[in-house]
């Protein structure tokens, strides 16, 4: 139409229209009309399949819910089963009705979502949910009845009793009860036979969980020693050991639960006494891993034991010494008390080892740099040759519990004991002879007493090299910080701490007192009073002969102060008897000015 008025309106212009554009027109004009036609043509189509869909679908409704029908009519019939005996014909039927409704709850949302495609409201179909909620009941019956059929068998006749897990069977029986409970309320008048069945198997249920007790006890792993079926056997007048096959229903047949309560008092006691041993074997396995952790000591081609792990054995062992004898005072542990003893004699026995281990080595660590002075075993032969003999015991245990640390494979050298303990007097004896020689040199001495024992051994340990005194005497003589030695180990003056020289009048020779310390020191501290004493004489002599400044400075501190007090006094009484108060005054504004001349020097030659 449109084409036609648009060819009219040029028609009536004056424009002329070619041939090729009425060829192209036309060609227009024909296939606008065939498009018309193939739409047409497929509106009719889609609309007539649309028809067959919404009456395929219509029909396929319609069937699912006969089938639904069918379904329920076949739930409804499981009424009529009416014996337990019939448990694997309704479990069948069952199972296969629990399929459908499966397979039907797949068809529904299929048939929803073509519904949704559509356009269409989504159908509910009630009657699919109404046969899922009534089969539940039938299926928890029939369920409970299978599992109650092939516990009970495979409980009562299948499995020796000592076999059964105790915590499994009570837990499964207490939910076949629950259940069993609910199908007597689920069930109703109107369905008598699963109301009747539901009932037989509460019964049944509550008959057999009577019986569980009795499971119990006879499983109970701590019965397992002889002595126990032994009791048992007696009790229940039959033969019964934990490797006999004895099964429940032959138990149940012998009424073996009317004797539970003296069934379960042994059982009680025996698990009492299986927990002491539990314990007693876990304390065993605790030292299982633990090991003697040693480390190298120095140079000395030995070992020393970690800190750590004394700490750890010692906590290790309070712990279970408190648990041992806990155990042993119990009246459970009768049985096996020779056991609890051979434990508590090995426990007491790692701790006197560790004991004497840990006092061995601490002296051990304190003597053997020592000894390792050649000086000191020359001045202390004998005490040096018998801390030889322990030092060579010492390396030997040591090398052996390196080479097998474990505490266990230790503590199985029952001589280890008696091996620390002689080591241990020995080095008593070592370390008094010691106190004795140090005590000796400090009576030699007195300004020893100023030094610790280690000090004192550090330069008795060196008497070869005198200078190696040097850091200690500070400790022995307050105001020497260093003595002046030559290259021939003779000794000529002493330094204070602030720097001051002073020579000393004789020199000293080290070397000649042959490794006595303390008689060239007692030498020094002689040296240093007469040569302090000469040094303040020849300070007082030259006071009055040169100017106070050049004699200050050219004195050492100590003469200066001296000398000066010794003149401050004689100079303050001689201007009291010549001029008296007037005297004091002039002597006053004198020392005034050699203040303000100290204070002058001082500042000037101080050394920032």
């Known amino acids: 139409k449109d084409l036609t008025e648009w060819l009219f309106m040029l028609y009536s212009t004056n424009h002329k ?23 047409n043509n497929n509106e009719d189509r889609i609309r007539k399949e649309r028809d067959d869909l919404e009456a395929k679908l219509r029909k396929r409704k319609h069937e699912f819910s006969d089938n639904l029908d069918k379904i329920v009519a076949q739930i409804d019939r499981l009424k009529e089963f009416s014996s337990p005996l019939q448990s694997k014909d309704a479990n069948d039927i069952i199972d296969a009705l629990n399929k459908t409704l499966n397979d039907y709850q797949a068809e529904m949302n299929d048939i929803n979502q073509k519904e949704e495609l559509i356009g269409w409201q989504p159908t509910e179909f009630p009657k699919l949910a109404e046969a899922v909620a009534a089969l539940k009941p039938y299926d928890q019956l029939w369920k409970l009845v299978k599992n109650f059929q092939t516990y009970h068998s495979q409980w009562t006749k299948e499995k020796v009793i000592f076999k059964l897990d105790p915590e499994f069977v009570e837990k499964e029986t207490k939910m076949m009860l629950s259940t069993a409970r609910k199908m007597t309320t689920a069930f109703t008048k109107a369905t008598p036979h699963p109301l009747s ?16 007790p009795l499971v119990r006890c006879l499983c109970n792993p701590g019965l397992n020693k002889p002595y126990h079926w032994e009791e048992i056997s007696a009790i229940g007048e039959y033969p019964m050991t934990r490797d006999k096959e004895v099964y429940l229903k032959t138990l149940i047949e012998l009424e073996f639960y009317t004797k539970l309560p003296k069934l379960e008092e042994i059982s009680d006691f025996a698990s009492k006494e299986y927990t002491n041993e539990k314990i ?3 304390m065993k396995n605790d030292w299982a891993e633990i090991v003697c952790e040693l480390k190298p000591w120095k140079d000395t081609g030995t070992f020393a034991v970690s800190g750590n792990t004394v700490d750890e054995v010692q906590q290790l062992l309070d712990d279970q010494m408190v648990k041992t004898q806990t155990m042993k005072g119990s009246p459970y542990a009768k049985r096996f008390e020779n056991e609890i003893k051979e434990w508590e004699e090995w426990l007491k026995y790692t701790q006197d080892v560790f004991e004497y281990w840990v006092k061995v080595q601490s002296v051990w660590l304190y003597l053997e740099p020592v000894f390792a002075s050649e000086d000191i075993m020359k001045q202390m032969p004998t005490e040096g040759n018998k ?37 241990h007097e020995a080095l008593d004896q070592v370390q008094k002879g010691l106190n004795d020689y140090l005590e000796t040199k400090r009576k030699a001495f007195p300004r020893f007493y100023f030094l610790s024992s280690e000090e004192l051994l550090e330069i008795l340990s060196e008497t070869k090299d005198p200078t190696r005194v040097q850091p200690h005497l500070k400790k022995c003589f307050e105001g020497i910080n260093k003595i002046q030695f030559d290259e021939l180990k003779k000794i000529h003056g002493m330094y204070s701490s ?33 040569s302090v004493r000469e040094v303040i004489e020849k300070s007082f002599e030259d006071y009055p002969k040169k100017k106070r400044s050049d004699w200050v400075l050219n004195r050492c501190g100590q003469s200066v102060l001296t000398v000066s007090m010794t003149y401050w006094t004689y100079e303050t009484e001689r201007a009291i008897k010549e001029k008296g108060a007037q005297g004091l005054k002039e002597y006053l504004v004198t020392c005034e000015n050699m203040v303000s001349m100290g204070f002058y020097y001082y500042f000037f030659f101080r050394d920032d």
């Open 17 to 39: 229209i070619s041939e090729s554009d009425l060829s192209r027109i036309s060609q227009t004009s024909d296939q606008v009309k065939r498009i018309m036609e193939e739409v």
């Open 197 to 212: 069945i539901a009932n037989k198997m509460l019964q049944e249920i509550t008959a057999f969980s009577q019986h569980i």
């Open 280 to 282: 007693l074997e876990k």
């Open 387 to 423: 801390f030889r003999e322990v030092d060579a015991s010492w390396k030997f245990v040591m090398s052996k519990i390196n080479a097998n640390p474990k505490v266990t494979e230790v503590m199985k050298n029952k001589k280890l004991l008696d091996t620390f303990k002689e080591a």
């Open 498 to 530: 602030e720097g001051e020289y002073v020579p000393f009048v004789n020199e000293i020779d080290a070397m000649a007192a042959r490794g006595a310390v303390e008689q060239w020191l007692i030498q020094v501290e002689d040296a240093m009073v007469v």
